[in-house]
């Protein structure tokens, strides 16, 4: 499983051309291609249902795409069945054996391929200690918790050293504490395996934390594909403004400002913003950038604060602002929290906001998530 | 509690204490339709010394087993399709093969010596094709016809035992061994037979133990060579009118098969596979 | 959306058994309305006359009526004896709850020839004459397991908060059961008594033993098949395959819809005690 003796060399890990999945008349995938380097860690983020998980399980082979191919390692393995392929999953649920104990669950793949006794029980107990579970050979899946069955299950798949680990949201059913400690694991998996990994979940505090490159999805699309930084920062579309940390997004008209600057106006005020997009587009700017201030500067945005929460670090607002049809969200560390009612100035670097080009019929059906 | 006492009074009244009057009888002594004291083995020597009995026996090992494992063999791949394989027309055979376990015992008996018979369905198609011209006498009045009738009339069951026992099974298991490179047959090998040991074995001895005892086939398709005991003790009761040596030659079987049960889950649980908790 | 496995050798099988299990049974349908004797192709006309014939016999019509006396008297006790009992091993946490499952259940384990000679000694010991209600006690034996794997199961799966909730409002233990407990479950018990009448109604390998000088219909059939072969068989066979199937459609349908109207239980914590 391990000897791609055809590989071609130089060639990425995983390759997914065009790949178009349809179930009758729902399109889970529609031309979605996607490039994965050896050793990167790239994650498949997107809400339920938006065609991350139908990619990935047409990587580990448990699906044909209605069209298009996929390639690892140069070659197409399109029409190759999910047990011949150098590829392993970690299911969301452990999957594991119920008959068999921890050993010979982690020792089902090594078997397979025929690997002796001798170096099988080294294999396993590696494996096992590669995930923190040195000692629970002869356990049985019902007597392991959630985190520890999981864990059983990487074990499992990286035993057989495969080039490429998928993951399948393996830490959602787990509680918040133990997907902390998880997320460390798999980290430093993947940097002691080197092996590629393609990760799948929902949580973008999960993706931004273990990726090297994220790729965002929304109804069987990709909107972006980037580095954390660039998908948190330099986001694409309005989608991916909002999924990954929950920027405020503000449908504005930009008008030609000096240089590389627009100015647009928000309720009374005209603000200048970095970028140089003309007519229809979206502000974009994050609760962090957001500085709430006195108010009393004249031509400065004010506002009234709507909404109080303590996050621990510091307090996050919602302020109405004078023709904004949404109240604009803020995140200000430390104390002391402002009232409900008191009126603010708002304000923000230019650097700070994001403009990007707004096509209104286009991005009509794709404002579901987070309306504020 | 108190509620159960009817239900319990009737069973014991016409379960429980008929079991233990036959029992008590297998030690009496024979006398024309009726016993008396002394009580003795000495039904049991008869039964176990007669050779037609070891015969009988036998027969109805080799029917029991081959009933029993044509069962349970279609019965796995059947179930399998239920769970894994089948889309749309899950419900529509599900209900089909519940429905066909209402057709009644002898009908089916009835129709399969239609079915086998010399001018039967199966001898005119042969005919018709021309694969044969002279109609096949063998396939009536022996063991063949006799384990026929009786998989038509335990398969159904077997298939939603064995489909019940495989349904809390996950897809996700089935997905984990072919990702780590099971193909079809390490999968069953390895995967869902350890998990289904438990569930078949039961199946198993369920119908075994059913086509064994079974006495209405044999009398009209088993011909000789498909009697079983079942049709012995029958007849040693009502026409030998040899009470005890009925009871004893049916304790002897209902020893044998708790006997098979024992050995059966003994082995099972050798080889843990007699509990296997799914989670959810 | 989990992609299904794909097995070709599997769905042979399937059809296969599928064919196995049904062509039987439809050649003797078939042939019941064969208008002429043969049993054999080609197939010559559709004719009613062996139902005619059949019904011309007085036998046919005793044996029809007492397996439907039989049937319904079996039901009816097993209905109510059942229902009881089932309420006792769904509701009880005493310790006698498992001798008490073992002495309900143990009947399905045995073979009816052992529970048809056993009766019919003891019968004769006790000086019973045998009759149509020597028959009808076997069969509850026979039948009882059967009913209470479906109610139980029904019962247990009920939220045990419906009926505290009707005890804290004042009910006692007769009123929450006919009041709260009967509602949400009797469509279910109605398809479990059916299913009685089904498996009594079709019942051959007890009754054998225990009948007196009368005669159910699957007898009626018995004696017929030693008999030469008549193509009338074809016909009772049709009609008792008929009767049968109806009560399990009839069963299947009540215990289906009327499980869906029950309140059903938050699993362990509202359920009542799970068990094996």
Redesign the interface.
């Known amino acids: 499983?391990n000897n791609n003796d055809d590989a071609v060399p130089g060639s990425p890990r995983v390759e997914a051309i065009a790949v178009q999945r349809r179930?009758g008349d729902v399109t889970?995938l529609s031309e979605v291609s996607l490039t994965v380097a050896p050793g990167e860690f790239v994650t498949l983020l997107g809400p339920s249902g938006c065609g991350k998980t139908?990619l990935l399980?047409i990587i580990?082979?448990?699906?044909q795409p209605t069209a298009g191919s996929l390639r690892l390692n140069g070659r197409d393995v399109t029409k190759v069945?999910?047990?011949?392929r150098p590829?392993?999953?970690v299911?969301?649920?452990?999957?594991?054996?119920?008959?068999?104990d921890v050993a010979s669950n982690v020792a089902?793949?090594p078997r397979?391929?025929g690997i002796g006794k001798a170096e099988l029980r080294t294999r396993v107990d590696d494996a096992l200690a590669m995930v923190r579970l040195d000692g629970f050979q002869r356990r049985r899946?019902?007597e392991l918790s959630g985190g520890q069955m999981q864990r059983v299950?990487l074990a499992?798949?990286i035993v057989?050293r495969p080039e490429v680990l998928l993951l399948d949201e393996p830490l959602s059913a787990l509680d918040l504490r133990i997907r902390l400690e998880m997320e460390e694991e798999l980290r430093r998996l993947h940097r002691e395996l080197g092996a590629t990994f393609v990760y799948v979940t929902h949580d973008q505090r999960e993706a931004l934390a273990l990726s090297d490159r994220i790729a965002v999805f929304s109804g069987g699309r990709i909107e972006q594909i980037g580095t954390p930084d660039e998908v948190y920062n330099r986001p694409a579309t309005p989608f991916v403004a909002r999924l990954v940390g929950d920027a405020n997004v503000i449908a504005v008209d930009a008008a030609p400002g000096e240089s590389n600057s627009s100015v647009i106006r928000l309720g009374d005020v005209s603000v200048l913003v970095n970028g140089k997009v003309r007519g229809p587009a979206w502000l974009v700017v994050r609760p962090e950038n957001v500085q709430l201030g006195l108010p009393g500067v004249a031509e400065a945005l004010i506002g009234t604060i709507v909404d109080v929460s303590f996050r621990g670090t510091g307090f996050a607002y919602r302020v109405d602002i004078a023709g904004l049809p949404h109240p604009l969200k803020s995140e200000v560390p430390g104390g002391p929290p402002l009232a409900v009612g008191e009126r603010v100035s708002v304000a923000w670097l230019p650097s700070a906001v994001c403009l990007l080009e707004r096509d209104d019929q286009h991005h009509a059906g794709k404002i579901g998530l987070n309306q504020q | 509690m108190l509620a159960a006492i009817p239900a319990a009074a009737w069973m014991l009244a016409f379960f429980f204490v008929p079991l233990l009057i036959f029992a008590v009888y297998s030690f009496l002594t024979t006398r024309l339709y009726d016993v008396e004291t002394p009580f003795t083995l000495q039904a049991y020597r008869d039964a176990l010394s007669d050779p037609i009995n070891r015969t009988l026996a036998w027969n109805s090992i080799v029917v029991g087993v081959l009933t029993a494992s044509i069962c349970v063999g279609a019965g796995l791949p059947i179930a399998y399709w239920l769970r894994f394989v089948a889309d749309r027309s899950r419900l529509a055979v599900l209900f089909l093969i519940t429905a066909s376990m209402f057709a009644s015992y002898l009908v089916r008996i009835y129709a399969w010596r239609t079915m086998l018979g010399k001018n039967g369905i199966i001898n005119e198609a042969l005919r018709a094709i021309g694969v044969i011209d002279e109609p096949l006498n063998f396939i009536l009045y022996n063991r063949f016809a006799v384990v026929i009738a009786l998989v038509h009339i335990f398969l159904p069951y077997v298939v939603l035992v064995l489909y019940a026992g495989m349904n809390p099974v996950s897809p996700s298991l089935l997905e984990a061994g072919q990702d780590l490179g099971a193909s079809s047959s390490l999968l069953w090998r390895r995967v869902l037979l350890p998990i289904m040991a438990a569930p078949s074995f039961n199946a198993f001895v369920f119908v075994f133990v059913l086509s064994a005892s079974d006495y209405v086939t044999p009398q009209f398709l088993g011909g000789t060579s498909g009697a079983t005991i079942g049709v012995r003790v029958q007849t040693s009761f009502i026409t030998l009118g040899n009470w005890p040596l009925a009871a004893a030659t049916s304790f002897l079987m209902l020893a044998s098969f708790g006997l098979l049960h024992l050995v059966g889950s003994a082995l099972l649980r050798r080889m843990h596979l007699h509990d296997i908790r799914l989670a959810s | 959306m989990v992609s299904r496995q794909r097995s070709p050798f599997a769905t042979a099988v399937v059809i296969a058994s599928l064919l196995f299990l049904f062509v039987p049974l439809l050649v003797v349908v078939l042939f019941s309305f064969h208008s002429v004797g043969a049993l054999t192709l080609p197939f010559r006309g559709f004719s009613l006359r062996w139902y005619r014939e059949i019904w011309k016999s007085d036998e046919f019509r005793t044996s029809l009526v007492n397996s439907a006396v039989v049937a319904a008297a079996t039901g009816a006790v097993t209905m109510v004896l059942g229902t009881l009992a089932a309420y006792a091993l769904s509701a009880t946490r005493s310790r006698l709850r498992a001798p008490l499952a073992l002495l309900l259940f143990l009947p399905l384990t045995l073979p009816g020839l052992f529970v048809g000679l056993s009766l019919l000694v003891m019968f004769g010991r006790a000086g019973v004459s045998l009759s149509l209600w020597t028959v009808a006690g076997a069969h509850l034996v026979y039948v009882m397991p059967y009913y209470l794997l479906i109610a139980v199961a029904t019962l247990q799966r009920l939220d045990v908060a419906l009926e505290e909730a009707a005890a804290d409002l004042g009910a006692t233990r007769w009123v929450v059961f006919t009041k709260v407990t009967l509602p949400q479950v009797w469509p279910v018990l109605m398809g479990a008594t059916f299913l009685a009448f089904a498996l009594s109604f079709d019942e051959f390998v007890i009754t054998f033993f225990v009948i007196g000088p009368e005669s159910t219909l699957p007898l009626y059939i018995f004696s017929s098949l030693r008999r030469t072969v008549d193509p009338s068989i074809n016909a009772i066979s049709t009609l008792l395959l008929a009767i049968t199937l109806a009560l399990f459609a009839l069963s299947f349908a009540l215990t289906t819809r009327g499980g869906r109207d029950q309140a059903l239980a938050v699993p362990v914590e509202g359920g009542r005690r799970e068990q094996q």
């Open positions: 499983m179930f889970a139908t399980r580990a082979g448990f699906d069945p999910a047990h011949r590829v392993n999953m299911f969301q649920r452990p999957a594991l054996f119920p008959h068999l089902f793949g397979i391929a899946a019902h299950a499992r798949a057989n």
